[in-house]
């Protein structure tokens, strides 16, 4: 069992990150969606989450079609220059990519027409879902990437307003063949007291299968290292090993 915070952080052993294998889930890669905006801000975020012993990532920029039109050229390009800036700066880092899906109609065109999407792993699609307004087609996105030969992952079910009142929506998307990846700081309050009670309640019913920093600046970086929040993450999830994918296939 990994324990990366005792040899980085003496005093804090008992509140480690044990559960996470590594980050499937972050917006790292400079200057193409909203999260790290260059280089250099991009290995100092990298460089805090080594410090915590998270050093695996699978970076997820936004493919939102009227946002952020990533494709995987400019999503391999941006993950080439941090690759040589990590090495550059003497990181000892595993980096890869994939990207976070909006179910928007810009995905399902590309869905429809067989672009190449970037997954997590093997057929592993990270998707989210418009903060606004709850889907009207779930179902039917679910059938057609099920048909698409993906296995979809829902980011961070907890923070989606609309469900707050509605908890049996999270069974609902285990259903219909989603797996769910909870937000740590969702855990911590950093969204609020909704998202955090609905955060536990995916967790403690056992519907969560991964879970993600989400990363996108330094303010996230600062209540990630809280001691605080890393008492709750510890109390929450406990010993079980998130985000690997053997540990899901077996």
């Known amino acids: 069992m990994l324990n990366f915070f005792k040899k980085h952080n003496p005093g ?51 493919v939102i079609g009227d946002m952020f039109r990533n494709t995987p050229e400019t999503v391999n390009a941006a993950l080439a220059v941090l690759r040589q800036a990590c090495e550059e700066n003497h990181l000892d880092v595993q980096l890869n990519a994939a990207a976070e899906y909006m179910l928007d109609d810009y995905f399902m065109e590309l869905l429809r027409m067989k672009a190449p999407l970037l997954t997590l792993k093997k057929n592993y699609l990270l998707t989210e879902l418009s903060y606004a307004t709850s889907p009207a087609n779930l179902e039917t996105m679910a059938f057609e990437l099920n048909i698409a030969g993906y296995q979809p ?96 296939e077996n």
């Open 12 to 62: 804090n052993e008992k509140y480690d990150f044990t559960c996470l294998f590594q980050d499937i889930h972050s917006h790292l890669l400079p200057g193409i969606d909203d999260g790290s905006p260059d280089v250099e801000t991009s290995v100092a975020l990298i460089r805090g989450l080594g410090e915590l012993g998270i050093t695996r990532f699978i970076c997820t920029p936004h």
């Open 153 to 248: 992952l829902m980011a961070h079910p907890e923070r989606y307003h609309y469900y707050h009142k509605n908890y049996g929506a999270y069974h609902r998307m285990k259903e219909l063949g989603f797996l769910l990846q909870v937000n740590l700081l969702s855990i911590a309050g950093y969204y609020g007291k909704a998202a955090a009670k609905a955060a536990k309640y995916i967790v403690e019913n056992n519907l969560a299968d991964f879970v993600g920093t989400d990363l996108h600046h330094f303010n996230h970086l600062k209540a990630l290292t809280d001691p605080r929040n890393r008492e709750l993450f510890h109390q929450v999830l406990g010993n079980k090993i998130y985000n690997s994918f053997e540990v899901i």
